[in-house]
C-alpha cells in the first residue's frame, strides 16, 4: 500500500536549523518532493530528488535514500516567516503524486 | 513561471446546489490536471486526474457523480461538485502539468478554492 510519514509537528528556534524527516512506502517511485504551504494557500515548490543523495538550495537542503524509503528537509537559519507546514511527497509512476499528512513547523524568537 | 489559476477562491452555497471551480493554466498547455481536496490541518488528497479530451481517473472512494470533471481543453478543467452538502466543505486545489517537461516539479499548483456548504 501507500504511505508516507512524517512528523506531525516540530517547533524551532529562529536562527537554528531543523530537520524533517520522511519514510514512504509506495507502489512506484519517480521522484519526492518537497512543498512548503502556508494556512490557507497552495503548496509551493522547495526541493525534488530522484536519486539518492543531498540537493541544495539556499537555506534549504533535501536529501534522499531510495533504499531505505527515507528522505529530509533541512531548513538552516531558521526565519520567523518559515513557519509554515512542509510536505513531503512521492511521484509514483506517471505523474500521480501522493503526499504525506505535513508537518507544521513553528519557528520561534 | 508557469501560473495555474482558480475560479473562485472563495465560495458560499446552499446545501443541495452544485458549484463549479475552474482551473486554468494561463501560460502554457496543460494536458493533464489533477483535482485535490485539503481538510484543516491535514495533507492533500488526490480526487482525480483529469485529461485533455478523455473521462477522469478517480481515485478510490471518490464519487465520480458527485464530484464531476471536465477538461475540455489545453487549459482549462473544471470540477463540479454537485448537490453539496456541509461535509463537502473544503479547500480545493487543483494543478496542472506542463508537456514536454518530466525532471523536477512538473505540476504547477493553483491558488485554491475554499467551498463552504451551509
Known amino acids: 500500500g501507500q504511505n508516507i510519514d512524517q512528523p506531525t509537528e516540530m517547533t524551532a528556534t529562529e536562527g537554528a536549523i531543523v530537520q524533517i524527516n520522511c519514510t514512504y512506502q509506495?507502489?512506484?517511485?519517480?521522484?519526492l518532493f518537497w512543498y512548503q504551504q502556508h494556512a490557507g494557500e497552495a503548496p509551493t515548490f522547495l526541493s525534488y530528488?530522484?536519486?539518492?543523495g543531498l540537493e541544495e538550495k539556499g537555506r534549504f537542503s533535501s536529501f534522499l535514500s531510495r533504499s531505505k524509503g527515507y528522505s529530509y528537509l533541512l531548513l538552516k537559519e531558521l526565519q520567523m516567516k518559515d513557519s509554515a507546514s512542509y510536505l513531503c511527497a512521492v511521484r509514483e509512476r506517471g505523474f500521480k503524486t501522493i503526499f504525506g499528512a505535513g508537518t507544521r513547523l513553528f519557528v520561534k524568537a | 513561471g508557469a501560473v495555474v489559476s482558480q475560479h473562485p477562491s472563495r465560495v458560499i452555497c446552499k446545501s443541495g446546489t452544485s458549484v463549479k471551480i475552474e482551473c486554468r493554466s494561463l501560460d502554457f498547455q496543460a494536458t493533464t490536471m489533477f483535482w485535490y481536496r485539503q481538510f484543516p490541518k491535514k495533507s492533500l488528497m488526490l480526487m482525480a486526474t483529469?485529461?485533455?479530451?478523455?473521462?477522469?481517473?478517480?481515485e478510490q472512494g471518490v464519487e465520480k457523480d458527485k464530484f464531476l470533471i471536465n477538461h475540455a481543453s489545453l487549459t482549462l478543467s473544471t470540477l463540479t461538485v454537485t448537490s453539496a452538502h456541509p461535509e463537502d466543505s473544503s479547500f480545493y486545489i487543483c494543478s496542472a502539468r506542463a508537456p514536454g517537461t518530466f525532471s523536477t516539479d512538473t505540476q504547477y499548483f493553483g491558488p485554491g478554492t475554499r467551498l463552504t456548504v451551509l
Open positions: 509506495t507502489s512506484g517511485f519517480n521522484g
Open positions: 483529469s485529461n485533455e479530451g478523455s473521462k477522469a481517473t478517480y
Open positions: 530528488n530522484v536519486l539518492d
